[in-house]
């Protein structure tokens, strides 16, 4: 099986994904069915989705947020339609389907670990949206460092070996994300102090787009195979470049003109720090009028 970081681009449940007109992501119940194995009668894959439905309402879910029933026109020919019946279902509809499908199928299995990755992915995001910045920081920056140990694993598999082919590798993929501007370039720009660093001084948007850029070019420089430091600068650069890019088809910003947060992640780890010495405290001893 391929790793998580190409799932989403190999797997056969993400060719059918569909997106309505709002944006919003669904699974047609009938290619989910086919693509099971369901081919032969439509009404064995049904059983499936009533178990699903009902596992559904066990864990408190409202069933009709994941299983929107619909009537489609299909043609049958010579101009003439008639009408057949669908579920639109969310990623967490087609988890539960797979968990009550024929486990005897092979490409159920398959189905089983790729929605039960995505929906804990989808879990994972949704609580960090609700976290406050400064805890969305200190999050993504301490992924971020994760992430960049496994590209420099990447890189020296590729050939970049000694520490100012790293510098260059990393100006590769700052130079693609952010329009040209080097490491030093950002850090002269944010008139950061000599011993700052740039990734300790961004905010959790800039902070996931630099993650998108570590985690593609590792994937990339892995999966391609690529061999020699100069190709390994061009792929980093082109992955940052096509961050880039898509983040200005989506209308964002561009990370070079995201405001500079007043705190480093360190101040922040202070504070961090200290909030969770004085809540022991309390646990421990109660109240302290001087706190």
Not at 87 to 109: G, W
Not at 111 to 125: C, D, H, I
Request: hydrophobic share 35%; aromatic share 8%.
């Amino acid at each position: 099986m391929q790793g998580e970081n190409s799932m989403s681009h190999t797997s056969p449940f993400d060719a059918i994904r569909k997106e309505d007109e709002q944006g919003g992501e669904y699974w047609s119940a009938r290619d989910l069915g086919k693509l099971l194995g369901y081919t032969a009668n439509y009404r064995n894959f049904q059983k499936a989705i009533d178990k699903a439905k009902v596992a559904c309402e066990g864990s408190g879910q409202s069933v009709s947020d994941h299983f929107a029933h619909v009537r489609n026109m299909v043609s049958i020919g010579s101009k003439a339609k008639r009408p057949i019946e669908d579920v639109h279902l969310s990623r967490y509809a087609c988890y539960l389907i797979v968990q009550n499908a024929d486990a005897e199928k092979p490409i159920v299995a398959l189905g089983q670990t790729y929605f039960a990755v995505q929906t804990r992915r989808q879990e994972l995001a949704d609580q960090l949206a609700a976290l406050p910045e400064d805890q969305k920081r200190l999050i993504l920056r301490s992924e971020m460092a994760i992430f960049n140990r496994q590209l420099a694993e990447a890189a020296r598999n590729a050939g970049v070996i000694l520490p100012q082919d790293f510098a260059i590798f990393d100006d590769h993929g700052y130079m693609g994300l952010y329009g040209g501007l080097r490491e030093n370039d950002i850090h002269t720009r944010r008139d950061l102090g000599a011993d700052d660093k740039i990734l300790d001084y961004m905010g959790s948007e800039e902070l996931g787009a630099n993650i998108f850029r570590a985690t593609q070019t590792d994937a990339k420089l892995r999966r391609e195979r690529i061999q020699g430091k100069e190709q390994a600068n061009q792929a980093h650069y082109q992955v940052g470049r096509k961050v880039r890019q898509t983040i200005q088809e989506l209308g964002g910003t561009m990370p070079e003109d995201l405001p500079t947060p007043e705190k480093s992640i360190q101040q922040l780890q202070r504070e961090e720090q200290k909030r969770l010495e004085q809540g022991l405290q309390l646990f421990l001893f109660g109240p302290d009028e001087n706190l």
